[in-house]
């Protein structure tokens, strides 16, 4: 229902507020089919980071969609016709729950018989996530890392107009006591969740892409609060930009390690004498790198886009 | 058969066909990325609902539980997640530069000023410098 009426608004601060109430159903739904990391990401990621990128952008251009000249006509025939294809295609799936469906007789089986022996943590997802299916995360973590690149060279501001533009643009929501009040209180305990969820990836649901992700939403509302500027002084743009590579950096070199110390790329085993406490270390250095890549980046790209904003309103 | 068994993959069919109505129908790029958004969550879904097993639980092994559900399409769906919104930043950042080269988000406004860039370019190429008054023209409708 919500996502029809995203269809019909054309205020876009309206849709994206209800894409927001929208992720974060997803989330409590993807938490009733058993996928409690990913209900985690969802509601994080969903409703958090990308709401805010969203409205960081509305800042930007304008609030209101134009009345579109052409009628939906075509589209909705196109979009219905696709959907009876696809309805059809659905007829010969294996049906909803059902235990003996093809995708649980592949590899499934072995992940959940065999994993708490060969990786020793009892959270299967950050087993297979980390090493399993490690190289697949490496490869989800270099699109991040490339993803915030592409935004750094896009929404470039040059040194000196930052300075320039600081002195006289003042933060926005400076006089709201009750928000900077609140956010210093909750803040700690944002972080300190964040590093729980980090570290406690390998026994509870949790890991890298949340934690970082709930880090850089702490610093986010800091930033918000108290202005670029300060938050500036606390953790430097450059830094902060240094850091998304060093997080690849981590997670390739502990596969290079690896391979220094006899084993195959990303084999954990060889790090410690004992291959479960190898692949314990392996886990958990890899998961750090994660972690450290997504919560830069999520950082970097809210620090371009509050620039640009802070550049518009500098050269009006 | 039991139709009704299918319902799942319903919902998602239903969720991405709004999404993809919204990128085909509107013109304002915004408002694209949010359907694209909804498109790519009903993928999510396709994949999370297929992982379930009736009266499974969440894949934390304990000695409590024999069923799980498969951890599969959990791991492969949360990382996708968040590659997803790091290209829907992107995204968005493409279309704050196009606003600030074209003054729209409207893909119609958009198009307009192309068009007329090419018929001045036209113009130009073939010596009607001076003949303004037909790119002008061209212009008020």
């Known amino acids: 229902m919500t996502a029809i009426a995203i269809t019909r608004m054309s205020d876009l601060f309206a849709v994206v507020m209800l894409s927001g109430i929208y992720s974060l159903l997803s989330a409590s739904l993807f938490l009733d089919l058993d996928a409690v990391d990913v209900a985690f990401t969802e509601a994080s990621v969903g409703a958090g980071i990308s709401t805010l990128l969203f409205l960081a952008t509305l800042k930007l251009v304008p609030r209101y969609e134009k009345k579109s000249r052409y009628k939906p006509t075509l589209a909705l025939g196109v979009v219905i016709a696709t959907g009876a294809l696809l309805i059809y295609g659905t007829l010969d799936m294996p049906h909803f729950g059902e235990a003996d469906a093809p995708v649980h007789q592949h590899v499934a089986p072995r992940y959940l018989n065999d994993s708490m022996n060969e990786v020793g943590i009892p959270n299967v997802v950050t087993s297979i996530l980390a090493s399993y299916r490690g190289y697949d995360t490496l490869g989800e973590t270099l699109v991040i890392f490339t993803a915030g690149i592409g935004v750094l060279s896009l929404l470039m501001v040059s040194r000196r107009t930052k300075e320039k533009a600081l002195q006289k643009v003042p933060a926005d929501m400076q006089n709201q006591i009750i928000l900077r009040v609140v956010a210093k209180m909750m803040l700690p305990l944002i972080l300190i969740f964040a590093l729980y969820v980090q570290f406690h990836g390998d026994y509870g649901p949790g890991g890298g892409f949340q934690a970082g992700v709930i880090f850089a939403a702490g610093i986010i509302l800091y930033t918000m609060l108290f202005g670029l500027s300060l938050t500036q002084k606390v953790i430097k743009t450059e830094v902060v930009e240094r850091l998304t590579a060093f997080g690849v950096l981590l997670y390739a070199g502990v596969g290079i390690a690896c391979m220094l110390l006899g084993g195959n790329f990303l084999d954990y085993n060889v790090l410690r004498h004992d291959p479960v406490h190898g692949q314990h270390l392996g886990i958990l250095l890899v998961e750090l790198g994660v972690g450290i890549t997504v919560a830069a980046v999520m950082i970097t790209l809210f620090f371009k886009f509050t620039w640009r904003t802070v550049k518009h309103k500098y050269n009006q | ?141």
């Open chain 2, 1 to 141: 058969m039991n139709i009704i068994g299918l319902y799942n993959y319903w919902i998602v069919v239903v969720l991405m066909l709004i999404g993809f109505f919204i990128v085909i129908a509107h013109e304002n790029l915004i408002k694209k990325l949010v359907g694209l958004s909804i498109f790519q969550t009903s993928v999510f879904f396709l994949y999370i609902s297929m992982g379930k097993v009736a009266g499974a639980t969440a894949p934390i092994l304990d000695e409590n539980y024999q069923l799980y559900s498969n951890p599969l399409p959990h791991v492969l769906i949360l990382t996708a997640i968040v590659v997803g919104i790091a290209t829907t930043a992107m995204g968005l950042a493409l279309v704050v530069r196009i606003y600030e080269a074209y003054g729209s988000i409207e893909e119609s406004d958009i198009q307009v000023q192309d068009n007329n860039d090419r018929l001045e370019d036209y113009l130009e190429a073939y010596g009607h410098k001076n003949d303004t008054h037909l790119f002008n023209q061209d212009k008020d409708e």
